[in-house]
């Protein structure tokens, strides 16, 4: 498919169906959805180069399934990590397991994958030629049954426009939507580091009354580890992460084998509405999480496939207030699950941390709920994670709002 024209047309037909902001994994994997299924796109990326900060690692199984439409699985699969097992340890030691090994999918495991690698193997399925690098979108308007989108010196127009631009979305501004959350009271440091831990395949948890620890495998031999910290550090010293991991967990993680470091204070936000007419948000644009459960990037990929599905259809207008509903339903439950976790994670002190060690072993690892444990964290519980999982009545049009 040779990528389209991209001669303004203000008054002739739209020249793109649909125009994709900002070109982070959630806007390329809906620009792979779209491109998949015909649709005349366009990905607006200000970056010219790729990501150096290290975020989202962990792919769940329902993003797998949507990466097996594109045919793309395999090669993921291929280049992260399996993780099967995740230990938790509290103060006196292992508490107990969450099991990937018996969840109700194919799929029995997270995978673990950079972020940056996840964009490069989307990038490359959807084709550079789709992706205009270095241009960032300062004005968007929409104006009878098309979109102007400016960016880079040009004005482009299209039926559609997805704001994909992340939790800083600049269409969100544009467009004065509000997007209510708070930041939360705690603080994290993490680093990526040559894996010299023994602990293969696995990940860990670690609770103490100093603070958590998690630990998970990456590929190429590398493993992360992230710290939780009094106070927000935006210059950590030097050699924190590998401090703080020794002194919480035995493990000695050596600072000269640290290859990046990444501190963020988690917030969360949702915006009221997904979409405004033909201007539509995805992903970070629309909600912000924990990243503590990794599961924002997970829940963008479901945005975007719900989102193409509807975008392909002859009455997408319609439609938008399903996505509206069903989406906000799902990243809601995504919030609260990330908001659970985290604060529970987050206790310190002695008392605290004897009462969560109790809760841990004898709630979370061991009894009914135990079992569970794997399919929540594998995002299989999730409302309407995935297409699959939405009933064809909810796609149906029914409610005709600002959106007709
Ligand atoms: C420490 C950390 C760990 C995480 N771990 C996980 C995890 O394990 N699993 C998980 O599911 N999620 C995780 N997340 C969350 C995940 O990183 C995000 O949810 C994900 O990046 C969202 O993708 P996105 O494409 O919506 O937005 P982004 O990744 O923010 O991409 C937005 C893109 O838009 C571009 N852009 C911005 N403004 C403009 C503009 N005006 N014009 C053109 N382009 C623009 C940006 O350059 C960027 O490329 C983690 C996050 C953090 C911080």
Same mark, same amino acid.
């Given at each position: ?21 900002g070109?982070g994994?959630v ?39 949507? #990466?097996?439409?594109?045919? %793309?699985?395999?090669? !993921? /699969?291929? =280049? +992260?990590?399996? &993780? ?5 340890? *509290? ?29 490069? #193997?989307?990038?490359?399925? %959807?084709?550079?030629? !789709? /992706?205009? =690098? +270095?241009?960032? &979108? ?5 104006? *009878? ?19 994909c631009d992340g939790s800083r979305s600049?269409?969100?501004?544009? #467009? ?21 831990? *023994? ?83 995805c992903g970070d644009a629309a909600h912000g999480m ?6 924002g990037m997970?829940t963008g ?104």
């Amino acid at each position: 498919m040779n990528p389209p024209s991209s001669k303004p047309s203000l008054t002739g037909a739209p020249e793109y169906d649909v125009i994709i902001v900002g070109g982070g994994p959630v806007g390329l994997l809906l620009g792979c959805l779209l491109k998949q299924q015909g649709q005349r796109i366009r990905v607006l990326e200000r970056r010219t180069e790729p990501i150096t900060q290290s975020a989202a690692i962990g792919i769940t199984p329902p993003s797998l399934q949507i #990466l097996d439409k594109l045919g %793309l699985a395999s090669a !993921f /699969i291929r =280049s +992260g990590v399996q &993780v099967r097992d995740c230990f938790v340890h *509290g103060q006196r030691g292992k508490l107990g397991c969450v099991s990937f090994r018996e969840i109700p999918d194919e799929r029995r495991f997270i995978l673990s994958l950079p972020q940056a690698a996840t964009i490069a #193997l989307l990038q490359k399925h %959807l084709g550079q030629e !789709f /992706i205009e =690098s +270095g241009c960032e &979108v300062t004005y968007v308007r929409q104006q *009878g049954g098309y979109c102007e989108v400016e960016g880079g010196g040009r004005r482009l127009t299209a039926r559609f426009v997805v704001a994909c631009d992340g939790s800083r979305s600049a269409v969100r501004s544009l #467009l004065g939507m509000r997007a209510p959350g708070r930041s939360y009271d705690c603080h994290f440091v993490m680093g990526d580091f040559v894996d010299r831990s *023994g602990l293969g395949d696995e990940a860990h948890l670690f609770f103490t009354a100093e603070g958590s620890v998690e630990s998970f495998p990456m590929p190429g031999g590398l493993r992360r580890w992230v710290v939780q910290t009094d106070t927000r550090m935006d210059h950590p010293p030097p050699g924190l992460v590998s401090r703080l991991t020794r002194q919480r967990t035995g493990f000695s993680v050596a600072a000269a084998d640290q290859l990046n470091e990444s501190v963020f204070t988690p917030r969360k936000f949702n915006c009221d509405r997904y979409y405004d007419g033909r201007i539509i948000f995805c992903g970070d644009a629309a909600h912000g999480m924990s990243p503590i459960g990794g599961q924002g990037m997970n829940t963008g990929f479901a945005d975007a496939e719900f989102l193409a599905e509807i975008l392909t259809r002859s009455e997408p207008l319609e439609l938008l207030a399903a996505y509206n509903r069903c989406r906000r339903r799902a990243v809601k439950a995504a919030i609260f699950r990330a908001e659970w976790g985290m604060w529970l994670g987050t206790w310190r002190g002695r008392g605290r941390s004897v009462l969560r060690d109790f809760i841990l072993k004898y709630v979370f690892c061991r009894g009914p709920i135990a079992r569970r444990m794997g399919a929540f964290y594998a995002m299989l519980t999730i409302p309407f994670n995935t297409l699959k999982r939405v009933p064809a009545s909810r796609l149906r049009p029914r409610t005709l709002d600002s959106a007709s």
